[in-house]
């Protein structure tokens, strides 16, 4: 995956010899950058689970009031929107996500998590910003903090959010659900970035089109007719039926699919059963569908839907007793990053960044960034671009074969976060300072 999405270490090796610009926007991030570390090491010990960041949101509310925005909470539940208005021009959102995962953390950083919670299974566990929320916020502060202190360089409106619940999929809509483009300004342009655990800290990734993919969850429950395991004759074996299923799904990519047009159908959990000698009345599966467009996605759910039922009328099934589909609602939409504005922030970030900027692979993760853009795709333009995190070190071994490299959500994940955080704020006030105008200009 290194390869493929980052373009081969040869080309990490001469981007990250490049040197970096300098200017009066860097020196001001660097000045900053030992308040900002305070902030991410505070969030990073303190994470609180999706829709539960309440003194993550209270905190950072406080902030910006204080560097002059007004500041809505409980927006999504515990959504934050923060406004700046410094008269006429476009609207521009920057958004960062706020909430961490039930990941027990092994990090072993000083400040590392020792935080606690019960998520929406039930079961307590650890908490941990295993993702890098904790550097998106961080910037966000930072980004904030920039753009109040040289309002002189900008004239239009400035709409800076903290969303919740972005692992669960559910807080994009949640804050659009409670008004996000009724109550306050609607954008007209809506930026963010994501740690990249696939990635030298301080290089930039970034995709136009298809960044993200469609992210459905499908339940199938087969049903069958049970009976002693000695006398198989007597049943419809829910295990085989499901088994069959499993196997003919494969041919959903492999032989219905346009190879150019990428789509994964996992199966990820097959329950049934209890005992050897018995022939279970159902078996369930659970499964992870990735897809790009709307057609495709439709494409695969129908597809599901057909194969399991076919294969348990294969098996004299018939009725009531075919399989139940469940797709589960809502889903994540694939993200797609506008093509222009795409186009326009990638040539500020290589002017700003020489060599390190980089055009990427697609992947097939999810990020309910995507709302953003389905919510008004006529007149709102969205771009979510990459910020490698892995410390240079670590990457170095890596590529000499040494170590692997933990993913995000992994209990090891550690990003240099400095270089994160210094590169996204710096990153995000100079795209959202090219997109409006100079005040008085």
Known sequence: MLKSVWGG????????????????????????????????????????????EFQTAKKLAAKARELGFEVTEGVGRTGVVAVMRNGDGPTVMLRADMDGLPVVEQTGLPYASKARGVPASGVETGIMHACGHDTHMAAWVGAAQLLSEHRDKWSGTLVMILQPAEELG?????MLEDGL??????????????????AP?????YTSGYALANVDSVDITVKGVGGHGAYPHTTKDPIVIASSIVMRLQTLVSREKNPLDPAVVTVGSFQA???????????RLQLTVRSYSDESRAALLSGIERIAKAEAMAAGLEGDMLPVVTIEDPYTPATYNTPELTADVAEVLKARFPGRVIETDPVMGGEDFS????????????????????????????????????????PFWAPDAEKVIATATEALVASTLDLMPRKGG
Do not use: C
């Open 9 to 52: 270490t040869a080309a990490l090796a001469v981007a990250m010899a490049a040197p970096v610009q300098a200017d009066d926007l860097r020196d001001d991030v660097m000045a900053d950058m030992p308040g900002l570390m305070e902030v991410y090491r505070d969030l990073h010990t303190n994470p609180e689970l999706s829709f539960q």
């Open 181 to 198: 483009y009724e109550r306050f300004p609607k954008p007209d342009y809506v930026l963010a970035f994501h740690d990249a655990a696939a």
């Open 273 to 283: 059963g209890a005992k050897h000698n018995i022939i279970s009345d159902e078996a």
């Open 201 to 205: 800290a301080g290089m930039i990734g």
């Open 371 to 410: 709302q953003f853009r389905r919510a008004d795709p006529d007149n709102v333009q969205t771009l979510i671009f990459w910020v490698g995190g892995v410390p240079q070190d670590q990457w170095e071994k890596a590529q000499a074969g040494e170590i692997e490299l933990p993913s995000l959500h992994s």
């Open 170 to 174: 559910l807080g994009a809509v949640a």
